[in-house]
């Protein structure tokens, strides 16, 4: 059984609008969170990362939140980007313990 | 050269071949990972080695064979696959075994025909 889910393989936006890209997890031990962007052809880039301790972290125009009680976690940008489109992965850790990864949700963002 | 990085970017093999990937990472990291990912499917952790010793097999068949020489370098020894082993086969590394922020090579699509 899937310990990490994406549930929207894709999702459109038109850009200077927002993306909101979300995961589920089931395991409340999980303290690591993280998103990776994977463009075609390239291996997934990191991007952006949150603790179990915190509930949102901000770099630029990514945001990440972490609802811990419902234990999901999303990934705002605002304003999206042409370049934004891609294949977003989250990706999640206990503690010394391996990453697992979601399926992915592909970004597409129209001019 | 910079990051991670992975030879060759594509490979075609029949079952029968023997062929090895090669990883390096150029950002003095002390730990390396094989993962494989399938169609529709997430990343599946193969093989985790930290300063060169291999302290995870995540059930991987014996046709996949890793080698880690040094602390920057990671192979992964191919014989007799099988078709359902076609996949992107990516190379991270990470400064601490399962600490920190894992690192990704471009990876090598492999088609075994």
């Known amino acids: 059984d899937q310990q990490v889910k994406q549930n929207s393989p894709s999702l459109s936006v038109q850009e200077g609008r927002i993306s909101i890209l979300n995961c589920d997890y089931t395991n409340s031990m999980f303290d690591y969170f993280l998103w990776y962007k994977k463009y075609p052809a390239e291996g997934p880039t990191f991007l952006i990362s949150i603790s179990s301790i915190k509930d949102k972290n901000e770099d630029g125009r990514f945001t990440v939140f972490l609802n811990k009680s419902a234990k999901h976690l999303s990934l705002h940008i605002v304003p999206s980007q042409p370049g934004d489109s891609a294949v977003y992965f989250c990706a999640v850790r206990l503690v010394g313990g391996n990453l697992i990864f979601g399926k992915g949700t592909k970004l597409s963002v129209k001019p | 050269e910079t990051g991670v990085t992975q030879t060759p970017r594509h490979l075609v093999m029949g079952m029968t071949n023997k062929k090895s990937l090669k990883c390096e990472q150029h950002?003095?990291?002390?730990?390396m990972y094989w993962y494989k990912q399938s169609a529709k499917k997430p990343l599946e952790l193969m093989f985790v080695?930290?300063?060169?010793?291999?302290?995870e097999n995540n059930s991987v068949p014996s046709r996949f064979s890793p080698e880690c020489p040094n602390s920057s370098h990671l192979f992964l020894h191919l014989h007799t696959l099988q078709p359902e082993d076609s996949a992107l086969y990516l190379c991270a590394s990470s400064q601490g075994v399962r600490r920190g922020t894992q690192y990704f090579g471009p990876g090598t699509r492999l088609t075994v025909l």
């Open positions: 950002l003095g990291h002390n730990a």
């Open positions: 080695y930290s300063l060169e010793e291999r302290v």
